[in-house]
T-cell receptor, first 114, second 113 residues
Framework: KAGVTQTPRYLIKTRGQQVTLSCSPI?????VSWYQQTPGQGLQFLFE???????NKGNFPGRFSGRQFSNSRSEMNVSTLELGDSALYLC?????????????FGPGTRLTVL | AQTVTQSQPEMSVQEAETVTLSCTYD???????LFWYKQPPSRQMILVIR??????QNATENRFSVNFQKAAKSFSLKISDSQLGDTAMYFC??????????FGEGTQLTVNP
């Protein structure tokens, strides 16, 4: 099976712009979670989507949003970018069939905000 | 709210030796799951080992083993016969169930030849 893929791998934007990141989960996985990784804050949970519905949400402002499509692919959007949004954004998928859900991570999208 | 703490920002070990990475956590949940993830320079997060809190036996995966002390809320990772490819950032992670993981700050492990 192919692993989790994320596009693009690298992105440079300027303050005030918006950005959309994409994540394709492992085939058959219905849950997609997003994490932000920064040197200062570490790894923080953004949100989880399952069957096109947001199931869980972290403590991020409303500028961060996401969605999931019927094929389980997910996108996250950040509007009105700030310098502090520069980070590695990781996507993880799981089958969500067991009481714990092993997360399989993608390679990440490195976002730089200038 | 759950918290995960890794008190060792950096560690180093000689090739073929053994090293232990520390992790403590705080939760009021009675059942939960603990993980160690490895993030090499490629940034790809890789699951190293997992432990279910209701299992008293410590998990083992080849050269990797854990020391799970539920009462002390401690979950350390032991790497035996360290290899150069073990050089990476290691994250301890917690979940009470479901997909949401809470991560520790990470420990940068360097294996020296």
């Amino acid at each position: 099976k192919a692993g989790v893929t994320q596009t693009p791998r690298y992105l440079i934007k300027t303050r005030g712009q918006q950005v959309t990141l994409s994540c394709s989960p492992i085939s058959g996985h219905r849950s997609v979670s997003w994490y932000q990784q920064t040197p200062g804050q570490g790894l923080q949970f953004l949100f989880e989507y399952f069957s096109e519905t947001q199931r869980n949400k972290g403590n991020f402002p409303g500028r961060f949003s996401g969605r999931q499509f019927s094929n389980s692919r997910s996108e996250m959007n950040v509007s009105t970018l700030e310098l502090g949004d520069s980070a590695l954004y990781l996507c993880a998928s799981s089958s969500a069939r067991s009481s714990y859900n092993e997360q399989f991570f993608g390679p990440g999208t490195r976002l730089t905000v200038l | 709210a759950q918290t995960v703490t890794q008190s060792q920002p950096e560690m180093s070990v000689q090739e073929a030796e053994t090293v232990t990475l520390s992790c403590t956590y705080d939760t009021s949940e009675s059942n939960y799951y603990l993980f160690w993830y490895k993030q090499p320079p490629s940034r790809q997060m890789i699951l190293v080992i997992r432990q279910e809190a209701y299992k008293q036996q410590n998990a083992t995966e080849n050269r990797f083993s854990v020391n799970f002390q539920k009462a002390a809320k401690s979950f350390s990772l032991k790497i035996s016969d360290s290899q150069l490819g073990d050089t990476a950032m290691y994250f301890c992670a917690f979940t009470p169930g479901g997909s949401r993981l809470t991560f520790g700050e990470g420990t940068q492990l360097t294996v020296n030849p």
